[in-house]
């Protein structure tokens, strides 16, 4: 009874929440019509005024009127960023801003596929995969006030050190803001609504209600993510203002800057990617403590899931990136070689140390998922073949090669591989990366068959095409890739292209035919979930801990490649701290970002194992 | 708990391994410092001049990032300016304004565009459309006077003859700057201003200066003794620092400096001890 008072608390709470932002909603219209009443009222008086004296026609003089004078980007000195004793200004910034990103990531993320999930749920008719959905978003509702939370926190703290850049951004971006703040009101609507009828609004039409919301909701995350994008694209890319940085009065030109659309794609792929991990870590840490063996069935299945999402997004990835990084040599020469060929050339060989543990412990965790099925052992003789294959992928991709901007730096880098150079050189890094991409969609393969024995009676001559496709396929990359040798780095630049067309045929074409071969298959017994060794849920965490740092990682070099700029080549920026730091200053802010995110997700988590226990008892 | 502890253990490890890589595993590449906002050049000798060129290609302008024979294919690697600058005003290509080729190599700055390198143009522009940035636009930022120390360079690292004109020292803000020119130098009176009045810091890491085309001197007391510094300063090709280029550093200190300026800058470098 008690629990059941509390539920219909819970809901009631939640109703009037919604009910309160909802009525904030209007504030931005009621303050539009009030400030635009008088106007309304000026301008017909002139209309009167103008019916007598015939001058000018009303129209024209409205639009004099509502003419906004822009100011153009301002010019600072050292002395106008206010100091904090014992505080420094970037690093808080930056640390908050990246726990801020960490949990807005995972927000964003898990609503995506749990309303897949919910979608599928309801499609197949599975319980499961609506207790999944609901368990998943659980886990993102505590995340939600921490993105607020820290959102917040980051608001203030730009705006006390950074006063005269948050003044010029708003100038330019106000309206974005405030569309910005509405939309995460809206959001949490959605959210709570979404979550809390979840159980009222299982069945029949009420299930399309609840799934209409959680596309609302998604509508209006994704929305905030681009906003927020715009913010950080126009800092690299400017555009909607003059070269004194005048805004032109066009929000959507500021908003749609060069580099608008490629961030928001690399983003939303990567925090699916993220999210999927996180939750992988979830369920590992709830599999390595379970105490029954239903409970390790329901975790590991959980884990299983969520290593999925995590794959599949990681896939396309790598390609994402090379569109942003294409995009960002479009606009700016200078930033691109800046980003590859500077300074930050050894970031990327930290980012591919990164990929490489990405890549090896999703991998791992489905070697060791055959071990759950029955049948596997026909294909476990493969994986070592497949890991030796991505092993030396990585080493390709990991090799250095130095590229040198200064003087300076030519003697801090040393000049390149004698021995190893040309594997260092970006043809061979892109085959390496389509090769290991390859493999990893076979390891995946090999892991669905695990289970199923085709019935098809054009199996053998199926399986043959797919050998043959497959084969062709990486010949053609690794030859396309030696091609590129050959040709001018305009060229070369081009030849990533027809590598990834043939990735991606490869993985529609084989998929295609594994559907048809398997799809009357018989199966070779249940998958026993739960059966699974205990390291296998490490790789589940070390997946999880190397995104969270990867991403960090990747939003400094995305920062930093602005150099001394708030918003390059229009703001300058004169503080002490518009020094470009080492990657090793980088990975130490990072790291003691991602320990901070992590203890906050603890205690979130201790806090919600707190308030349960509590009303058990 | 035992689990929670283990998986925090291995996530920290985890996290502590990509830190260490990230700090010893790879290069500590230290990115340029952002280029000093108004640089005011006085008045100097053509040699003077030059160096200050040399230096800005290879730092402010950012010009080595695209034209960098080690990187090669990227951008042209302006080997013999002095003749390329005139040959292109007759290709029949070129289109642009300049009728010398001290103007050519401005326009190239100034407009890159006018006219592209065959074969360098952005992708899928047929050359008509230049990817170097516009030098004297907002993102480099060089002022006329420093636009021109780049040409001298340019003009005279491969054997011309430089043919701008000296900078008059005008947009230099105190104007006894270039009183004193005029008049023979009047010799320093501190080691700091020595280091200031023959440009040390150009080329040099010492003091306030930050220069990086030569060794870091802040620690050169410690490594060398007084006639070794003697020697570097009145014969530089005497003994070359390890890998750094000779003759880059002027031959011509003992003919321009005061003995008590020279002694003063040695017991001055000498006392630099990190
Ligand atoms: C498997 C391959 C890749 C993974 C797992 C990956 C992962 C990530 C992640 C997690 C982020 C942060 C996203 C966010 O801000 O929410 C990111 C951002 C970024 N990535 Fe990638 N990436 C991959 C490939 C690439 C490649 C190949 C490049 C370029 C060569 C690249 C360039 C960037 C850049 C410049 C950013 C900064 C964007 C930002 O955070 O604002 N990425 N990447």
Redesign the pocket.
Known sequence: MGSFLKRRFIKRQAVVTAFIFTLLLFVPILSHLIASAPDTINASAAFAAEKKEAVESPAAKKEEKSKVEYPPAPKLKEKDYPRIKSMNSRISVWILAQIH?FF??FVLAVPIFVLVIEGVGKATGDERYDHMAHEFIKVSMTAFSLTATSGGILVFMLIAFYPDFMKYLASVFGSVMIIYAMLFLAESIFLYIYYYGWDNMRYGFRKWVHLTLGLMLNVSGMTIMVLG?SL?TFMMAPSGVDASGVFTGHVWEAIRGPLWNA?NL??FI??I??GGSVVGAYAAYKFLSAKSKEERAHYDWMGYTANIIAISA??P??????W??AE?YAYSQTMGIT??GGAFAWL?IT?AV??GA??LSANYYLWCGMERIKGSERYTKYVKYIAAVIVICFLVWFTPHSLIKTPIEEKAIGTHHSLLGPLGLMPAKNSA?NIM?LFTFLSFTLYKRSSKITTAAWAKSGVAAEIAIFAVGIVNIIALGIYSYMVTSNIKVGMSVPQVFTTLSIIIAISIIESRMFKNAKSTGDIEWGKMPARSQYALLLLAVS?TW???L??Y???A?RQHWHVNSIMRDSSPDAFTPTIGYAANVVSISTILFMLLVIFVFWLAQFAAKKQEA | MQTFLKISIFAVIALLGYTLFANVGIPQVRPAPPPAEEETIGAMSMDQYIVLGKKIFEGKGTCTLCHNPVLGGRAPNLVNMHNTSEERLKDPRYKGKAKTGEEYLRESMMNPSAYVVAGFGKAWTNDTESPMPQISGPAVGLKPAEINAVIAHLQTKDGGKATVPLPTGADAAPAPAAAEAAAPPAPAKTAEEALGKYACGACHKIGAFAGAVGPDLTKIGAKRDESYLRRAILDPNADIAQGFPAGVMPQDFGNKMTAKELEMLVKFLKAQKG
């Open positions: 990103l807005a990531a994008n950080a961030l690399h983003r990567a925090n990617a993220y990681l896939l990835l790598p390609f994402a990136g090379y942003l990084t960002i980003l590859m990327f980012q990164l990929i990405l890549f990366v991409i995104f990867l991403m960090g990747m939003g070099v995305r920062s490649i």
